[in-house]
């Protein structure tokens, strides 16, 4: 079944859900963004699992997720994801964050998740061009079959994206 798509311009670490996910970085320690703000707001916890992460496996690669409790915040898990950093490379970038959203969607099924929020992976100190990072996520999770995932839900913390994702959205219907 393809997820029901919901969009909420505000805050991530204020959404109930099953799972939220965070653009992090690849050291998983937290950094600015949305990546500080869940870390911030989840805890001591979050950040104590991403340690036993990178402990075991290291840093966590471009376009890969993996997954810890949400600690504070008002969901259950947090799917950590590292969106690529634009350097004019369209076909790589492409890739890179369409296996973001594939790979954190995957993560969820295998976890029997029903809800996922997303933020705007990569559109920040990444300089993901806005429009496109919203083509790729959309087109991602319309595309994902899952058998758990009812419902994604974008959230924009600005006004910019939100307008974006309601446009691509309309397209895509």
């Not at 990546?35 to 471009?62: F, S």
Request: some cysteine.
């Amino acid at each position: 079944m393809n997820p029901r798509i919901t969009l909420i311009q505000g805050d991530i670490t204020q959404i109930k859900a099953d799972a939220i996910v965070n653009a992090a970085n690849s050291s998983l320690l937290g950094g600015g963004g949305v990546d500080g703000a869940i870390h911030r707001a989840g805890g001591k916890k979050i950040l104590e699992e991403c340690i036993q992460i990178r402990d075991r496996q290291g840093k966590c690669k471009t376009g890969e997720a993996v997954v810890t409790t949400a600690g504070d915040l008002p969901a259950t898990y947090v799917i950590h994801t590292v969106g690529p950093v634009w350097n004019d490379d369209e076909v790589k970038g492409k890739k890179l964050l369409a296996n973001c959203y594939r790979n954190s969607l995957q993560l969820a099924d295998s976890l029997q998740i029903k809800t996922i929020v997303f933020p705007n992976i990569s559109t920040g100190i990444y300089k993901f061009p806005k429009e496109l990072a919203a083509a790729i996520a959309v087109h991602e999770v319309q595309n994902f079959e899952s058998e758990h995932i009812e419902e994604v839900i974008f959230v924009c913390f600005d006004e910019e994206n939100n307008e974006i994702y309601k446009k691509q959205l309309k397209l895509n219907k």
